[in-house]
């Protein structure tokens, strides 16, 4: 495999985020609770981030800073949220913008699975021109095709996703076809599951360029 392939680390804590740019990654994935799936961490926590690695990058010359793309989720369980869970979304995201964030990585479903664009378009127009991610809520939609076309009109950059499987090895052929399907219009970001003895396999299939992976 002679392509580049970008790694983005999904990280827990401030330290994780350290530790994961000591490594080289090219890109990171801010949550707190990683044992309910990656919730929203608190700007504390960015901060503390920004500030460590600020200080990494001044006293190291070869030190590349990563992008910081941070979750927001308020709460485990489904991707259907009340109003409020919803203003909470919004007051999060605004606070984390305020500190520098490089990117936010969410999803909302109405309660048939389908995408929510009217929520995730609000939330598209508040944080332009910064990047947006759609977790894996993708992979609960009962119609994935239908929901790529919504997230590639609304304006996502990426996907994360599995495959709609319990690992992105598992749901690699729906990787694949996801890869297909997009035609270059919108990122493809397998994750899960993913190890070092499966992960030339995995990309060599579905010929994605990145890959997420946790600490």
Known sequence: MNKKISVEICCGSADDVVQAALAGASRV??????????????????????????????????FNLPEIFTMIRPREGGFCYSDLEFKSML???????????????????HADGSVDQRRCLKILRMIDPLPAVFHRAIDTVPDWRGSMDSLIDLGFKRILTSGQAKSAFEGRETIRQM?????????????????????????????????????
Not at 37 to 59: K, M, R
Not at 181 to 206: F, S
Request: proline share 3%; charged share 25%; hydrophobic share 40%.
């Open 179 to 215: 890869r297909e399907h997009a035609r270059g219009r919108i990122e493809i970001l397998p994750a899960g599951g993913i190890r070092p003895d499966n992960v030339i396999e995995l990309l060599a299939y579905t010929a994605c360029d990145q890959i997420h992976l946790s600490m």
């Open 29 to 62: 994935e801010l949550n707190s609770a990683m044992l309910l799936g990656g919730l929203t961490p608190s700007v504390g926590t960015l901060i503390a981030v920004q500030d460590e690695l600020q200080l990494w990058h001044d006293s190291e010359k070869n």
């Open 91 to 109: 007051e999060d995201i605004e606070k984390l913008i305020e500190h520098g964030t490089d990117g936010i990585v969410f999803g909302i479903l």
